[in-house]
């Protein structure tokens, strides 16, 4: 298990390295001067100036890349032409916000997902197989930011039961130490205020977490529809094992196996997809900042931004394998 | 090879009787009709009896022994009866089912990588059927899963039973199958195609130990299968299906001494294995098993059969008994004479 | 073994009806297509998407006809005020927008809009694609691995976020939009054609081809590409109810027109956004035309995909 750990470890290097390479060339390749894109419109021409000999513009491409990579492992991204403040921070401080959005999106899709398939393929051609079928194929054809229209416009605006926008109703006045609001209401004991965060979260999590829903039923369907007709299964129950048995450890452990590639894949297509939600229900995290570099063609922000959710939609792929590892003996020997 | 080991005893106290047995498959549609596997069988398996269940492929054998262990689909139409120890199978619930099986009856399969479950150990899958039918704490169930891998032969079982299925080697899948199957000593073992899947090196091996272990434990055996050099080592008795059908059951010396139906002439004659002087060729049943019309008009056999006379499509063909002693059966008009081949 | 063990019986001999096997063999002749066809029209799901994409395409090409009034005309701005929209009436079936710019008009140029797009966009995700992983599949060696690695980095960032930093190097556009999306769809099409040219390349008729002497690029083009065909045709019609709605999101980014009247369903339900309250079916009418244009798409594509490619299919 190490050593398939560690090889898998090893093949994402050139695929992060090729990735710094491509972000490096796309600030090359921006309209007009590098520098200048970098500093934006404004820029007074001794600042364009600074910053040339600064990133080394004038210099051989290599020696560039060179500078380039000792500023990323500075930690120095830039800074955002709009504010000024440095892109790291900046990013740092919506992450937070980010991360509780897309895991309670993957929670609402695993959650519901997998049993929602696990029935449907159980009781094939039923009217809960159609409507599985059906529901997914909504969640596939929506645009994801008109799904978070028709939320907000329902169930916040018209029915009033949810937050129409934010993470937390300001006039709670909660306590902040981490940045995810559920979590520190939950360490602090401000239970209004965590409760409030889960309220604020419903919604954007539901439009986020819709596609990931749709494509959980459908392969989890799919999956245990191949499994059950499977020969180790009619082995199972050759063996006298109960239902119960058979489907936890001869179904559902075969059937996930495909489930939770789908599940890596799609947890990092979320980081994504908050541009959208994020924006319709004005939560300020990194969709957010990204939406807005996007307005203003911010684009150290936008670069630094790339670089990280690729950098972490590649880790999650990573983990993914490795749990793929876990579950199935076979894919530790390829 | 130990063909004579086995004591015979065919009026050991009757285990399973099948009766009038009809599978049927669904159609791909719902107007369409479905395939009819098998279309009114009728057999016996006494106590520490091994009968061989012997057809070409799609005969219906493998149906038959699914429809036993009532291992079809809910979709599978199943009629007729089969009684195993005086109990009716068809039509009971999935719950009685499941306490029969595995530990009164169980089943070996044709293929033992697909039969075993790829993700988990061969330790979990010995285990559970244990457990489940044992009154045995896990520690007691891991160390017989230990000795039944020794019975059936596997070298350094304590470590073997950490292995995962892929990491065995076929034949060595088949002996975990097989563990798995002997686990609670069961009355009767059905064997579907047991070695065909295996390299045939290790197939005498592996059916040798099928035999063993059954007739160590009296347990009955319903082994399946196409190969008559299999029967011919093996089986107290013997019935050939042809189209969903027993077209002839005999003892085994009867079946290959004095063949009465054209089928299994047939069938003994293509085998080239068989006892014997070596032949230049092998002759092959004329058509295929797949016209065949499964019994609406007569005999199925008929429009392949070089003897066919107007009384084998006109006729409804009954399994009789022919000769002395009753214990030869055949469903034919216009069966074969004598001994010779 | 004998011959007679080994001919096929009137039922499969472990009770499992398998689907039919996949045709082998390159000839994926013009009566095949028919078949494929015939098959199709028995699908009560396939003729539905087929019927949304076809009214889709020809209200795009008949736009004209359609309607009275030009796409992008205000006249009707004086209309408009900060509160409420005229809604639907004789004149105009929807209603205005929120530019006074007809509803109805927009909507039925917003499908021209939406199929160019679409399939300009999928037209360089499958050309490049399939070039790209015929290259890698056919030459396989180094040429494989590299193209291959690049793919695999192209993966590493989320499609949307691609096509984001592909419309900011060449400014925004309607062309580079369709350019975008086209090639975030790039990684797809190869690593699928590149798959399905090694899968093909054990079989047994690239074998024998082979053993006959003919040589690798003839085998490569006039054996193998007909069979990975289906699999192609079947991502292509997915990836265009993908397409449609990536151009959706790239609009809600603003990076598809600078021109704020322009017929564009995305536009349109980004326009929507402030006025949601009061006038709903603003952003209702080019929502549900996104939508139904998609669900088009997908259902056609999956109905494809079972008669073309039943191997992958999620039943």
Not at chain 1, 186 to 191: D, H, V
Not at chain 3, 113 to 119: K, P, S
Request: aromatic share 6%.
């Amino acid at each position: 298990m190490i050593r398939f750990a560690t090889k898998r470890l090893l093949q994402a290097v050139p695929v992060l390295l090729g990735l710094v390479v491509l972000v490096f060339i796309w600030v090359r390749l921006l309209p007009g001067d590098p520098a200048r894109a970098l500093l934006g419109e404004s820029a007074t021409p001794a600042q364009v100036e600074r910053l040339r000999a600064a990133y080394g513009f004038d210099r051989p491409i290599l020696e560039q890349f060179w500078m380039y990579l000792q500023r990323l492992g500075r930690g120095d991204f830039g800074t955002s032409l709009t504010t000024g403040e440095s892109v790291l921070d900046g990013f740092l401080r919506r992450f937070p916000a980010t991360i509780e959005l897309a895991v309670a999106a993957m929670i609402f899709a695993v959650v519901l997902g997998i049993p929602i398939g696990y029935f449907a393929a159980r009781h094939r051609g039923s009217l809960l197989d159609g409507a599985a079928v059906g529901g997914s194929l909504f969640g596939f054809v929506v645009p994801v930011f008109f799904l978070a229209y028709i939320l907000k416009f329902i169930f916040a605006l018209k029915l009033g039961w949810f937050p129409t926008a934010g993470r937390q109703d300001p006039r709670i006045n909660a306590t902040h130490y981490s940045g995810f609001y559920i979590v520190d209401g939950i360490l602090t004991g401000e239970w209004d205020a965590a409760w409030d965060a889960v309220r604020h979260l419903a919604l954007p999590a539901v439009a986020l977490g819709a596609i990931p829903l749709a494509m959980i039923v459908r392969i989890t369907r799919a999956s245990v529809l191949d499994v059950i007709s499977e020969d180790y299964v009619r082995t199972a129950k050759a063996k006298g094992l109960t239902r119960r048995i058979i489907s936890r450890r001869h179904v559902l452990r075969n059937a996930l196996l495909p489930v939770a590639t789908i599940i890596g894949l799609q947890t990092g297509a979320l980081l994504a997809g908050a541009v959208l939600t994020e924006t319709v229900f004005a939560i300020n995290g990194v969709g957010s900042y990204m939406f807005n570099a996007i307005g203003s063609m911010d684009y150290p922000v936008l670069q630094a931004c790339i670089l990280f959710v690729a950098l972490i939609y590649t880790v999650i792929n990573l983990l993914t394998d490795m749990s793929y590892g876990l579950i199935d003996p076979r894919a530790r020997l390829s | 090879m130990s063909p004579a080991t086995a004591p015979v005893r065919t009026h050991g106290d009757l285990l399973l009787s099948v009766r009038d047995l009809h599978v049927t498959f669904p159609g791909h549609t719902r107007k369409e009709i479905g395939t009819r596997a098998v279309v009114g069988v009728d057999f016996d398996v006494h106590a520490g009896e091994i009968l061989a269940l012997v057809g070409e492929s799609g005969c219906g054998k493998s149906a038959t022994a699914l429809a036993v262990m009532g291992l079809h689909g809910p979709d599978v139409k199943i009629t007729g009866s089969v009684e195993f120890d005086g109990v009716p199978m068809v039509g009971r619930p999935e719950r009685e089912l499941n306490r029969l099986r595995g530990k009164q009856l169980s089943m070996i399969f044709q293929d033992p990588l697909t039969a075993l479950n790829p993700v988990i150990t061969v330790e979990k899958q010995l285990v559970e059927v244990l457990m489940r039918h044992e009154d045995l704490g896990r520690k007691e169930a891991r160390d017989r899963s230990v000795d039944l891998l020794r019975q059936v032969g596997i070298p350094d079982p304590q470590k073997r039973i950490k292995d995962y299925p892929h990491q065995l080697s076929g034949g060595m899948r088949q002996r975990v199958m097989i563990a798995i199957a002997m686990a609670c000593n069961p009355h009767l073992l059905i064997a579907d195609e047991p070695t065909t899947a295996l390299d045939t090196t290790i197939q005498a091996e592996i059916l040798d130990l099928i035999l063993e272990l059954a007739t160590e434990r009296a347990m009955a055996l319903l082994l399946i299968t196409h190969d008559l050099g299999v029967v011919a080592q093996t089986a107290h008795r013997v019935a050939v299906m042809y189209a969903g059908r027993i077209v002839e059951q005999a003892g085994r010396y009867e079946i290959f001494d004095q063949p009465r139906h054209r089928y299994t002439r047939g069938l003994l004659k293509s085998t080239p294995t068989l006892v014997g002087e070596a032949r230049d060729r092998l002759d092959t049943i004329p058509g295929s098993a797949f016209d065949a019309e499964p019994w609406d008009q007569g005999c199925a056999f008929a429009p392949r059969c070089d003897f066919a006379i107007p009384a084998c499509q006109a006729s409804q063909l009954d399994l009789v008994p022919v000769g002395a002693g009753g214990e030869h059966l055949l469903r034919c008009a216009n069966p074969a004479e004598g001994a010779e081949q | 073994m004998s011959a007679i063990a080994q001919a096929p019986g009137p039922a499969g001999q472990t009770g499992q009806p398998k689907q039919p096997a996949k045709a082998t063999g390159a000839q994926r002749s013009a009566g095949t297509t028919v078949r494929v066809i015939r098959q199709l029209l028995r699908q009560p799901a396939a003729v539905f998407g087929l019927a949304i994409v076809l009214i889709v395409i020809l209200v795009a090409i008949f736009a004209p006809l359609l309607t009275p009034y030009e796409p992008s005309s205000i006249e009707w701005g004086n209309q408009i005020t900060p509160k409420s929209v005229p809604g639907p009436s004789a004149e105009h079936l929807l209603g205005l927008d929120s530019f006074g710019s007809d509803l109805m008009t927009q909507i039925v140029y917003g499908a021209r809009q939406t199929i160019v797009v679409g399939v300009v966009s999928t037209g360089i995700g499958v050309s490049v694609g399939a070039l790209l992983g015929l290259i890698a599949g056919g030459i396989g060696g180094w040429v494989d691995t590299a193209i291959m690695r690049l793919m695999d980095i192209m993966l590493s960032i989320p499609a949307l976020l691609l096509a984001v930093s592909i419309v900011s190097l060449m400014g925004r556009s309607p062309m580079a939009v369709m350019v975008a999306i086209g090639v975030s769809q790039v990684p797809i099409f190869t690593r699928l054609l590149r798959g399905s040219l090694l899968g093909e390349r054990r079989r047994d008729y690239v074998l024998a081809a082979r053993s006959l002497g003919l040589r690798r690029p003839g085998i490569v083009t006039m054996e193998m590409m007909p069979n990975a065909a289906g699999p192609l045709i079947v991502q292509a019609t997915l990836m265009l109810a993908t397409a449609v709605n990536s151009v959706a999101a790239l609009s809600f980014l603003g990076l598809s027109t600078s021109e704020p009247t322009a017929a564009e369903w995305g536009l349109m339900l980004v326009k929507a956004q402030s006025r949601l309250v009061s006038s709903p079916l603003l952003a209702f009418a080019p929502g549900c035309a996104i939508a139904i244009t998609a669900l088009g798409f997908t259902l056609l594509g999956e109905a494809l995909r079972e008669q073309l490619d039943p191997k992958s299919r999620p039943r």
